[in-house]
């Protein structure tokens, strides 16, 4: 199913990616093979970049008929001769988005150096964002060949893995049937299986199964929050570290199930199965296409199940029930910029900030919120704008609700996961990411995403022209040689070179959280510094504590 609603300009970014990718003139002699636990898969040999690509392989049985809104189930059969891997699988069912898609969409993807290396590779494993709706491993700004290329370069080689995951309803209805049959937060068990998968076989691939960090942005850095409180913080070993990007554990509210009665009366209406007496049976016999043209009312999101999820991070977190390993994680200087709508009034920020998400704040959490955050134009979002002045067409009170949205959705999350990673003795490296893009309009500053590009050494090609705009190449190298030194040697700072390889694009030396001197790696394309992580203390520091973050429902 291809669904045409993004702008042609985009739609032929991806469908060129997808023709690059598999039209490759390949020699027999160069194409790599590799067996898996199911069988050999034959990938792409990729000569610009000096790697192998190994495409669209199932980790997991297709999740249709029966197995719809199941727990993902392993692909437990062998396969004999060689089958293709040189093509992106389907993308997961999602709205907004010109990917070919479809149900039958858990592939994984490698991709590793193809020059001789004498020992197991580490590994990245990338989790897309996307809001759990929205999201594919065939998006051509998450092409993995970027920063496997820069540890090739720095001499610290590390192989890169993606997986599709299930999205929206097909990957989180809420229902108490679901429930019931133990099959809720199945995306996130896709995930989990995936993660399986690459412990089982990335030896294989000449991958290190030992030597796993997972990297996630926005909703696939909360997906990682969720994997490090999961099952009430049991350490499978299948990650040894973990880098998140714009997201933690909180964010996406974790709801009731009553929350969801209404969306799944409309879903079942829709589609035929309201008055049955089995309405899951019947949802999933329905075609792919009617439960598409279904489209349900609301965004669905992870449920406290009892055994994935035992509880609320936030709970969690105070009984200690989570992995502990290093982790490196940041968020963008602008993060509120989602706050839409014109808002003039206090009363304005009440509907738009305190319903935003369906957080269940009570009136005295909002008066508190709203005294730590006094209307002052001069130090909101976007913090480059020091001049004081008003956004000229969303309303007197924006900039004071985009302060509160992003403190709120990202940052205080993120300044929670460092203290809390740091008390249980963990090195933590924290970062705010603050280059606005070349084209980026004065107003959006720093906003959400915008890291991406850099994080993927500019695959995507959105860094800006040459020679103007270079500064902005060399800081998507010198985070992407953090990254690989992170992944090599759960440090940002051992970023060592070998002989014969290209110079370090140098960061200054990025400080371990410490509870007592909380600092942050500023990361900026002009110059990089780093600063005490104190910036509105007292507004965080209420966000975090037990009373407001069970109003957040995380």
Known sequence: MKIPLLPAATAAVVLSNLAVVSSLDLKDSQAPRVKTINGTYEGLYLPDWKQDAFLGMPYAQPPVGPLRYRWPVSVNESFDGVRNATRYGHSCMQYGQTFELSEDCLTINVVRPSERFTRPLPVLVWVYGGGLYAGSTADPQYNLSGIVRVSQEIGQPVMAVSMNYRLGQWGFLQTAQVFAEGSSNAGLLDQRLAFHWIHENIAAFGGDPDKV???????????????????????????????????????????????????????????????????????????????????????????????????????????????????????????????????????????????????????????????????????????????????????????????????????????????????????????????RPWNGNEWDGVKHFVNVAYSFQNVSGLLGPSPQYDSHARLARAIGQAYVAFVNHLDPNKVGLAKNTTEVEALPRWPRYNLRRPMNMVLNATVNWVEADTWRKEGIEFMMTPKVAKELLS
């Not at 909703?219 to 990007?245: M, N, T, V, W």
């Not at 974790?254 to 309201?274: D, F, I, M, P, Q």
């Not at 004081?388 to 996961?417: E, F, K, Q, Y």
């Open 213 to 435: 960090v997972l990297w996630g942005e926005s909703a696939g850095a909360q997906s990682i929050a969720y994997h490090l409180f999961a099952y009430g913080g049991r350490d499978d070993k299948l990650f040894r570290g973990a880098i998140l990007e714009s997201g933690g554990p909180t964010g996406a509210q974790v709801e009731s199930l009553s929350w969801y009665n209404s969306a799944v009366k409309n879903l079942t209406r829709s589609v035929g199965c309201w008055g049955t007496s089995d309405q899951l049976a019947c949802l999933r016999e329905v075609d792919q296409e009617t439960l598409f043209a279904a489209h349900p009312s609301v965004v669905w999101n992870p449920l406290l199940d009892g055994d994935f999820l035992t509880g609320y991070p936030s709970q969690l977190m105070q009984e200690g029930k989570y992995v502990k390993v290093p982790i490196l994680l940041g968020a963008n200087t602008d993060e509120g910029f989602a706050i839409s709508g014109t808002l003039n009034t206090e009363e304005d920020i009440f509907h738009s900030i305190f319903t935003w998400r369906s957080y269940a704040f009570t009136p005295p959490t909002v008066r508190k919120l709203l005294e730590l955050y006094p209307d002052d134009p001069c130090h909101e979002p976007p913090f480059a704008i020091t001049n004081c002045t008003r956004h000229p067409t969303r309303g007197l009170m924006w900039r004071r609700a985009a302060a509160i949205g992003a403190d709120l959705v990202m940052i205080s999350g993120r300044r929670r996961m460092a203290e809390l990673y740091t008390e249980a003795g963990m090195p933590v490296y924290s970062y705010r990411f603050d280059q």
